[in-house]
T-cell receptor, first 112, second 113 residues
Framework: SQTIHQWPATLVQPVGSPLSLECTVE??????LYWYRQAAGRGLQLLFY??????ISSEVPQNLSASRPQDRQFILSSKKLLLSDSGFYLC???????????FGQGTRLTVV | AQSVTQLGSHVSVSEGALVLLRCNYS??????LFWYVQYPNQGLQLLLK??????LVKGINGFEAEFKKSETSFHLTKPSAHMSDAAEYFC???????????FGAGTRLFVKA
C-alpha cells in the first residue's frame, strides 16, 4: 500500500532563517506531488505541484520554492522566512490522471 | 478556472441532529468532487468522492453527498451527528485527468451534547 511521510511535524524558526520541509511517498511510481498551505482560519492554498522529476509548477508568487530531486521526494524551501510564512503545510500525492489526493500529516510552521 | 465555495465557516449542531454542510462549485468541464475531513493538527482524510455515475455518493462514517449539476452543488449530509464528527470539513473539485485539486475554505463542525 502507498504511504506518505512528511517531516518535521512541528517547527519553530526565526524570521530570516532558511526552511526545508521534506515529503516522501512510498508504494507508487511517478506520482503527482503537491504542497498546500493552510493559514489560520483559512482554507487550503495550493502552493506547488509537480508531475515529474524536476518539473515544478508554482501557483502563487511567494517567498517559497519547491524541488523534486527524486521521483517520490518533494521538498519545500525558503532562503529567508517571513512571519507571514507561518501556517500548516501539507504535502499530498495523487496518481497521474487520478482522482483524489492523499495527504501527509502536515507540518506546523511557526515563524517568530 | 475551477473554484469552490463553502457556505458557512462554522456550523453547530446538537448530537443526534442532521448535519448539512453546503458546497457549490464552478468548473468549465465535468468535475470530480470530494469531501475531506481534517482533525486538529492532522492531514486530510477523504470522506467521499463523486466522479461519474450515481449522483448520490456514500462515504465513510455515515456521510453522504449528492451531486446536483443544475445547482452546481455537492452538499454533505449525515442523518445523526455524533460527537466524534466534530472536525473541519473541506469540499474540493478537480478535473478528470487533471493535476490540481482546488479546495474550499472549509467548514468547522461543532457538535453539542
Amino acid at each position: 500500500s502507498q504511504t506518505i511521510h512528511q517531516w518535521p511535524a512541528t517547527l519553530v524558526q526565526p524570521v530570516g532563517s532558511p526552511l526545508s520541509l521534506e515529503c516522501t511517498v512510498e508504494g507508487t511510481s511517478n506520482p503527482n506531488l503537491y504542497w498546500y498551505r493552510q493559514a489560520a482560519g483559512r482554507g487550503l492554498q495550493l502552493l506547488f505541484y509537480s508531475v515529474g522529476i524536476g518539473q515544478i509548477s508554482s501557483e502563487v508568487p511567494q517567498n517559497l520554492s519547491a524541488s523534486r530531486p527524486q521521483d517520490r521526494q518533494f521538498i519545500l524551501s525558503s532562503k529567508k522566512l517571513l512571519l507571514s510564512d507561518s501556517g500548516f503545510y501539507l504535502c499530498a500525492w495523487s496518481v497521474t490522471g487520478g482522482v483524489e489526493a492523499f495527504f501527509g500529516q502536515g507540518t506546523r510552521l511557526t515563524v517568530v | 478556472a475551477q473554484s469552490v465555495t463553502q457556505l458557512g465557516s462554522h456550523v453547530s449542531v446538537s448530537e443526534g441532529a442532521l448535519v448539512l454542510l453546503r458546497c457549490n462549485y464552478s468548473s468549465s468541464v465535468p468535475p470530480y468532487l470530494f469531501w475531506y475531513v481534517q482533525y486538529p493538527n492532522q492531514g486530510l482524510q477523504l470522506l467521499l468522492k463523486y466522479t461519474t455515475g450515481a449522483t448520490l455518493v456514500k462515504g465513510i462514517n455515515g456521510f453522504e453527498a449528492e451531486f446536483k449539476k443544475s445547482e452546481t452543488s455537492f452538499h454533505l449530509t449525515k442523518p445523526s451527528a455524533h460527537m466524534s464528527d466534530a472536525a473541519e470539513y473541506f469540499c474540493a473539485v478537480s478535473e478528470a485527468g487533471g493535476f490540481k485539486t482546488i479546495f474550499g475554505a472549509g467548514t468547522r463542525l461543532f457538535v453539542k451534547a
